[in-house]
């Protein structure tokens, strides 16, 4: 890190780095050696299993329910496919279809014969030579895609993120192609509402979504062919975000990964304490969705700007802060290197608040100095925004302001319209006209600012790390759970053992194996 602009102590800084990855170890600790069926569903997904059954059912789902109604998904969804695939000869698309259609009983033998499972390692050996395949050929596609950024250019930071949300895929390629005409780096397809509460993926294309659009690896596929073709046209990269949380965390993540998106936000917290999902659940699926982002070079967003949503941001910022420092930890412990860890703030002090924006600067500045690899993901204000255009384009501006000065990596771009509806395209240009002035007039302005020694900026920033030390060390003493237990993030309380989803947690059995997590884990990333 370079000289600190905060005047931030060392010693601080190493201490809250050091709690927090003792509040990894202990996270880790208590999620170990259990599994869930979103995670087995995203193996069947990294294996190449598509599809649904008559009744719009996941294949995925099929498959890993099957083996759940029987009690042996302990084994791993893994353990039972090669297994199949050793003694039929049979794909794990064809097992699935077979599965389906009541041909074939994974854990019992086949069509009832009572037949015993293979050797064991012969399992292991069998599917990790399947599941090498597919990875090495999803790995070939984001060479091609890297390659691709390269050829037509990739933006300088702060990327310009910007949203659409019309329910209707087809709607979203119209709305994203008008983004990035008006100049958007990042095309983040809003997902329907509550979709995270569901646990499957709905299959194809979709067009009803209220909120946001179905996050479907069809839909991915649209738009990223949509993308594509903008972008070759035009000669200039446009990367794309979804959503990676809620119950399938690791599914979309491998929907991703197959559709060459670049971003996914990506954090169980916002999961846990906003849809009430069981803590242990969100967690053990994060760990694995993370896994597969960090693996083929996704750039991961994580939630801390939530918070500031239900905690009053003055009182709240030490929280993110400590966040921040326990997602950054947990992130790498996946693999995921700095490079992306998208690591989520939010310009949220109301804007009547004496000094606002030096409180605003001093949360921002000392984000970037606490990551400096990291390209955080700065939030515009929502929480406070009305019906006063004039005063909600000023917030942006402002906003803006702090984003160029503070040298932040991805920028959710304000719209004046946020606090009103879902914005309408000229909105958005806008808020994209607004960003660009600033950023324009106001390019160097960073590195041209020193602080006052002992000032606001520099008070600011100072207190709130002292406060996420703290923190930090009371969680570390505590644990996370019982840190959320005790409404520490965003003001919101959930327990351990309570909370949607927790019926798909399954402990794992002696044998275990998940050929995804082993394969990631033993080669570099593609990354």
């Known amino acids: 890190m370079s000289a600190s602009k905060l005047d931030l102590d060392p010693g601080v800084v190493a201490a809250c780095r050091a709690a927090a990855r003792l509040i990894a170890e202990q996270v880790g600790e208590r999620i170990a050696a259990r599994t869930t069926v979103s995670v087995e569903r995203s193996v069947t997904r990294l294996l190449g299993v598509d599809g ?26 893994g353990y039972w496919l090669g297994n199949a695939m050793l003694q ?12 389906s259609a009541g041909e074939l009983d994974l854990t019992t033998g086949y069509a009832g014969d009572g037949r015993e499972p293979a050797d064991a390692q012969d399992i292991r050996e069998r599917v990790r030579e399947e599941c090498a395949a597919r990875l090495k ?27 659409t949300a019309t329910g209707d895929v087809y709607e979203d390629v119209v709305h994203a192609k008008a983004v990035a005409e008006a100049g958007g780096d990042i095309v983040a397809v809003i997902r329907s509402t509550a979709q995270s509460l569901l646990d499957y993926v709905p299959y194809g294309p979709t067009t009803e979504g209220y909120g946001g659009t179905f996050a479907t690896q069809a839909n991915f596929r649209i ?28 599914e979309i993540a491998a929907m991703g990964a197959w ?26 699926d994060q ?12 750039v991961i967003n994580t939630g801390e700007d939530n918070y500031l949503r239900t905690a009053e941001a003055l009182s709240a910022a030490p929280s993110v802060t400590a966040s921040q420092f326990i997602n950054y930890q947990l992130a790498r412990e996946s693999g995921v290197p700095d ?5 989520g703030d939010a310009f949220e002090i109301d804007v009547p608040v004496r000094n606002s924006l030096l409180y605003e600067w001093a949360q921002a500045q000392l984000t970037r100095e606490l990551f400096p690899d990291c390209p955080v993901k700065y939030m515009p204000p929502t929480r406070h925004m009305d019906g006063n255009l004039f005063r909600t384009h000023a917030a942006d501006s402002l906003f803006n302001l702090v984003t160029i000065a503070t040298g932040q990596g991805i920028q959710t771009i304000g719209v004046p319209t946020e606090g009103i509806f879902t914005p309408h395209i000229q909105d958005r240009v806008i808020g994209l006209q607004n960003v660009d002035y600033v950023f324009n007039a106001a390019h160097d302005l960073g590195e041209e600012i020193e602080f006052k020694r002992g000032g606001i900026i520099q008070t600011r920033a100072q207190e709130v790390l002292a406060g996420a030390h703290r923190l930090l060390e009371q969680i570390a003493e505590i644990g996370l759970f019982a840190a959320i237990d005790q409404a520490t993030f965003g003001d919101v309380s959930r327990k351990l053992d309570e909370g949607r989803g927790i019926e798909g947690i399954v402990d794992c059995e002696e044998g275990y194996f998940n050929p995804v997590v082993e394969l990631m884990r033993e080669a570099p990333s593609y990354a």
């Open 287 to 298: 760990r694995v969705s993370r896994m597969i982002n960090g693996y083929f070079g996704v």
């Open 137 to 163: 050929e999803i790995a070939r596609r984001f060479d091609e895609r890297r390659a691709m950024r390269e050829r037509l250019g990739d933006a300088p930071a702060p990327l310009r993120y910007v949203l």
């Open 88 to 99: 039929t000869g049979r794909a794990p698309q064809q097992i699935a279809e077979a599965v």
């Open 259 to 284: 559709e060459g998106f670049d971003n996914m936000v990506n954090d169980a917290l916002y999961g846990i304490l906003y849809r009430d999902i069981n803590i242990v659940r969100g967690l053990i």
């Open 52 to 77: 649904a059954d008559g009744l719009d059912v996941p294949l995925p789902n099929v498959l890993v329910d099957h083996v759940h109604a029987a009690g042996k998904l302990g084994r791993g969804i």
């Open 339 to 343: 490079s992306q860890i998208a690591l």
């Open 223 to 250: 738009m990223r062919e949509a993308m594509d073709e903008w972008s070759e046209l035009h000669g200039r990269y446009v990367r794309l975000s979804s959503f990676c949380s809620g119950l399938c965390m690791s």
